[in-house]
């Protein structure tokens, strides 16, 4: 630990312009403008944020196996990894289920597809059917078995994060089991963590660029003007969104003991990554450092927050019913209240069995569709042209959602220091330095965070 200077040291406040916030949200409005105005130059802007997202990834699996193996390995009571991992999944679960009940009653109150009256027989199958394979691929056996890594590094070069996250598992277990004897290794992690953190806070620096150069690419090849027709559901499932992190996570916060626009208010810098980048990968280091910050303990975070990127997609979830019924009320087909429990249920399934993969919103769409034959999964391709514009909204929640999650698991398991809690959605100091932070500007390298 590196010890802040006497609390009677003034605090140095940045100039508005160095928050990473600030620039990000600058370089959203230029990459809206440029892809506006001048939609072939956007387009061809699209490395910039593939190369962000790519640089985010880079580091997203030793940040993983450093915050685990540490966490676990520093705990010695293996009984408590089993328990934060039984209650996290008992949270995933209840929350996920309810998300799906959400997006299944608000589109059946609205039905923002009633009366757009298209005809089945007038739908591109084609273009959805690379989503429709990856569905179908996509079972519950090979989900489990994928977890399992070819080799202990392959974990790694893949980047697949719940390989990564069984091997750190694994590994912090072992060093628990051995003890003492496993100190030295244990000490080099933490120094290791030190210094990848300061990679993180380094690769952040381009988060500007990537968002300016992702949102260029989005408004550019899709234009603004392609929402309008379908403005109805977009609008319908951002305010169903809204509704759920305010109203339902907002509840479930006033119980735990915190406020959910304050701790939105925490997140800021990483939700307008999030939105730039239509990614909530591109902030998965930052989230862990800032969860850690607000009090929640090291081995919680390790296990909640990486394995709440596969499970607990609450976003995702409302999504996919939504959508069902959407293209249900546009082919004009009435689902009776059995098929649209038929629907959740299947629902349930498939987002798990799909949890990892690449586009896992629109893939679980389609594997839900295919078990329900009353929906055509050709239907698919009325939201085709207009999913790139929600999926900012899936992946701003599931965010959202997941910082919810670890601090809740972390205040079950007694994991939770309370006043660095309030002192992090206050944004007042914190006593104690442990490593940068993605976040800080430069000149910034120490985060501030409970000891």
Not at 159 to 175: A, D, P, R
Not at 261 to 269: A, H, T
Not at 356 to 364: E, H, L
Request: net charge neutral; aromatic share 8%.
């Amino acid at each position: 630990m590196i010890p802040v200077p006497s609390e009677a040291a003034p605090v140095v406040r940045r100039p508005f312009y160095r928050h990473l916030y600030f620039q990000v949200l600058i370089a959203i409005a230029l990459g809206a403008l440029i892809g506006h105005f001048w939609p072939d130059f956007g387009e061809s802007l699209k490395p910039l944020g593939d190369g962000f997202i790519k640089l985010v990834k880079m580091v997203i699996a030793p940040v993983i196996f450093l915050t685990i193996v540490t966490g676990i390995a520093g705990m010695r009571d293996l009984g408590s990894v089993g328990r934060v991992a039984a209650k996290a999944f008992a949270y995933f679960l209840v929350f996920s289920t309810l998300a799906l009940i959400v997006g299944l009653i608000i589109a059946n109150i609205v039905r923002p597809g009633h009366g757009l009256n298209i005809d089945p027989a007038s739908l591109n199958a084609g273009a959805v059917e690379q989503y429709a394979a990856a569905a179908h691929e996509s079972t519950i056996v090979g989900f489990l078995m994928g977890v399992i890594p070819d080799t202990l590094v392959s974990a790694f070069s893949t980047g697949n994060i719940l390989q990564v996250l069984f091997v750190s598992i694994l590994f912090g277990v072992s060093l628990a089991l051995i003890g003492d004897r496993a100190q030295p290794v244990l000490d080099l992690f933490e120094t290791l963590s030190v210094a990848v953190f300061k990679l993180v806070a380094i690769v952040m620096k381009a988060a500007p660029i990537g968002a300016f150069g992702a949102f260029a690419f989005t408004i550019g090849a899709y234009g603004i003007a392609s929402i309008a027709n379908l403005a109805a559901l977009i609008v319908t499932f951002y305010a169903t969104a809204i509704i759920f992190v305010v109203g339902v996570l907002g509840l479930v916060g006033i119980a735990n003991g915190f406020s959910i626009l304050k701790l939105i208010r925490y997140l800021k810098e990483e939700l307008l990554l999030v939105l730039g980048t239509s990614s909530s990968e591109a902030a998965l280091p930052s989230l862990i450092s800032k969860m850690e910050r607000a009090g929640a303990a090291k081995s919680v975070v390790g296990l909640v927050v990486p394995t709440g990127y596969s499970f607990n997609l609450d976003g995702t979830n409302i999504y996919m019913t939504m959508a069902a019924l959407f293209i249900a009320q546009a082919l004009n087909i009435e689902l009776t209240l059995w098929q649209q429990i038929t629907l959740l249920l299947v629902a349930m399934l498939s987002s798990k069995g799909a949890a990892g993969i690449t586009g896992a919103g629109f893939i679980t769409l389609a594997a839900t569709l295919s078990v329900v034959p009353d929906v055509p999964v050709a239907g698919m391709a009325l939201i085709l042209g207009i999913d790139r514009f929600m999926s900012e909204c899936r992946a701003l929640t599931n965010f959202i959602g997941n910082a919810v999650a670890t601090i809740v698991v972390a205040r079950w398991e007694n994991a939770l220091d309370r006043d660095a809690l309030t002192a992090a959605l206050n944004g007042q100091p914190q006593p104690i330095a442990v490593g940068p932070d993605p976040a800080a500007g430069p000149g910034d390298d120490l985060v501030l965070a409970k000891d």
